[in-house]
C-alpha cells in the first residue's frame, strides 16, 4: 500500500529557520517602540465564544459572515477561533475591570489570528498579528500617538516614504444621515456595481466604497464623501489630528474610500503605506472605535488602535531587499579527530555555553576535511580544532573562518582569546 505524505492545510505557512531571523528582528523592534510609548502587553485566549466577533467586529461584515472558524465544543458552545484582536481585549477590559486602571489603558499583543480567506501573496487562513490599542480616552492626541507607534515601528524596520492614509466615518450621529445618501446614490446606479456590492449594501453600505472591483469605480468616485457630512463634535475631532499630523512633519493624504472593514469603527480611521512597495502598499491600519465597549455590555469606553500581519511584513521586507541582522548562526564551531579529541570537545563546549558563548560540533565520524567544510556551510566565525597532538599537548587551534588565518593557543588561554575578539558576551 503507498503512503500518501500528510502536507499542511491549505492557508498556514510553517516558518523555517532561515526566516526566523526577519521574525526576531521584527519582534525586537516591536518589543523596543511599545516600550519607548509605555504600551502593556496583554495576552489573549486564541479561542472566544462566537457572540463576543458577531456582536463585536459585526455580523454584516466578511469576517463574520464569511470567514470566521466557528465549531461547538462538547458543551454545545459556540466557539471561534480569534479573527481579530480588538473585540477580545476590550471583553478582557470590560471582564478584568481594567476600568479602574489609569486612563488610557495602553496595550499591545502579538499572536495568532484565523480567518478563512483565499490565500494570497502575505495573506494566509493562520496569520500572525501585531496589535496595539489604547482605551478610555477620546482625546485626538491619542490618535496622534496611536498612528506614531505604527510609523515609528515601520520607520525602525527600515521602510521609506512612509504616509498617512487617513478618513473619518463620522459617529453614530452623523453616520446615519450620510448612509442615506451613499445608499440613494447607489440605488440612482443600480446595475452599475458588483453583486458584491449589492449585498454590502444591505448589510454594511460602508464597505461598498472600498471595493476594488473596475466596474464599481465609477460609481465609488460620484458617492458623497462621508468627511463632508461630520457633526461639529466629528469635525472638530478629524481637524485636531489633521493639526497634530502637520505640526510633527508627517506626511498624509484624506481618502474619502478608506473606511476599514469592521462595524466598530468609528471617527479616525486610517492605513500607513509605504509609497515605494506599490500595489497594496498598506503595511498596516487601524483606527477609533468609541462605541465596541457598550456594544459588548461594558461602560461607554472610548478606544483606538491598529494591527498589522507580521506575515505580510515578513514578504514586503523581503521585496525591499532590507536587510536584518542573523541571530541565528554560533560563533565558535569545535572540529575533532579521535574519539578522546571527541570527549574533550564535550567538555569545552559545556564550559563555553554555561559562559554564554554560543557553539557548536560537528557529529558523527567525518573526516577533518568534512567538519571544516560543514563549518563553512554554517557560518561561523571560528573553528577551534583539536586532534591527538594538541590533545597531548593541551592547546587547540583556532581558524579564523572569514580568512585571517590560523593561530595555536593553549586551552586556558582560549577564552580571553574569544573575549578579546569580543565572541564572550
Excluded at 461630520?230 to 497634530?244: A, S, V
Excluded at 583556532?398 to 558576551?425: A, C, T, Y
Aim: hydrophobic share 35%.
Amino acid at each position: 500500500m503507498t503512503k500518501i505524505a500528510i502536507t499542511s492545510p491549505k492557508g498556514v505557512k510553517d516558518i523555517l529557520p532561515d526566516d526566523e531571523k526577519y521574525w526576531s528582528y521584527i519582534k525586537s523592534c516591536i518589543q523596543r517602540i511599545v516600550n519607548l510609548y509605555d504600551y502593556k502587553r496583554i495576552d489573549l485566549p486564541v479561542f472566544e465564544e462566537t457572540v463576543l466577533y458577531q456582536r463585536g467586529v459585526g455580523k454584516g461584515t466578511d469576517i463574520v459572515e464569511k470567514e470566521m472558524y466557528t465549531f461547538k465544543d462538547k458543551a454545545g458552545t459556540s466557539i471561534t477561533l480569534r479573527p481579530e484582536f480588538t473585540a477580545g481585549t476590550v471583553r478582557a477590559y470590560i471582564q478584568q475591570g481594567m476600568a479602574s486602571m489609569l486612563k488610557p489603558v495602553k496595550l499591545w499583543s502579538i499572536g495568532p489570528v484565523f480567518r478563512y480567506e483565499r490565500p494570497q501573496a502575505g495573506r494566509f487562513r493562520q496569520h500572525t498579528q501585531f496589535n496595539v490599542e489604547a482605551l478610555g480616552e477620546i482625546d485626538p492626541a491619542l490618535d496622534f500617538e496611536i498612528m506614531s507607534i505604527a510609523y515609528d515601528l515601520f520607520t525602525a524596520l527600515g521602510f521609506k516614504n512612509l504616509t498617512f492614509q487617513i478618513n473619518s466615518i463620522g459617529c453614530q450621529s452623523c453616520r446615519p444621515s450620510y448612509l442615506k445618501k451613499l445608499i440613494r446614490h447607489y440605488r440612482n446606479h443600480s446595475g452599475e456595481f458588483c453583486d458584491e456590492c449589492e449585498r454590502r449594501l444591505k448589510n454594511n453600505p460602508l464597505r461598498v466604497l472600498d471595493c476594488k472591483r473596475a466596474e464599481c469605480q465609477r460609481v465609488i468616485e460620484g458617492a458623497p464623501a462621508i468627511y463632508e457630512e461630520l457633526c461639529p463634535e466629528c469635525r472638530d475631532h478629524f481637524e485636531t489630528l489633521k493639526k497634530y499630523l502637520d505640526r510633527n512633519g508627517r506626511i498624509y493624504r484624506l481618502n474619502r474610500n478608506l473606511v476599514r472593514g469592521l462595524d466598530y469603527y468609528t471617527k479616525t480611521v486610517f492605513e500607513v503605506w509605504s509609497e515605494e512597495i506599490g500595489a497594496q502598499n498598506a503595511v498596516c491600519g487601524g483606527g477609533r472605535y468609541d462605541g465596541l465597549a457598550e456594544i459588548l455590555g461594558g461602560p461607554p469606553t472610548p478606544g483606538v488602535g491598529f494591527a498589522s500581519g507580521l506575515e505580510r511584513i515578513v514578504m514586503l521586507l523581503k521585496k525591499e531587499d532590507i536587510s536584518v541582522p542573523d541571530t541565528n548562526s554560533a560563533a565558535v564551531f569545535f572540529a575533532y579527530q579521535g574519539q578522546d579529541a571527541k570527549m574533550r570537545v564535550v567538555e569545552m563546549l559545556a564550559d563555553f555555553r554555561e559562559r554564554g558563548i554560543s557553539s557548536i560540533m560537528a557529529f558523527g565520524s567525518r573526516s577533518l576535511k568534512a567538519q571544516l567544510r560543514e563549518a563553512n556551510r554554517r557560518g561561523v566565525e571560528y573553528t577551534v580544532i583539536i586532534g591527538e597532538d594538541e590533545l597531548s599537548k593541551d592547546i587547540v587551534q583556532v581558524k579564523h573562518m572569514k580568512g585571517e588565518g590560523q593561530v595555536s593557543i593553549s586551552v586556558n588561554d582560549l577564552i580571553p582569546f574569544f573575549k578579546e575578539r569580543g565572541v564572550v558576551p
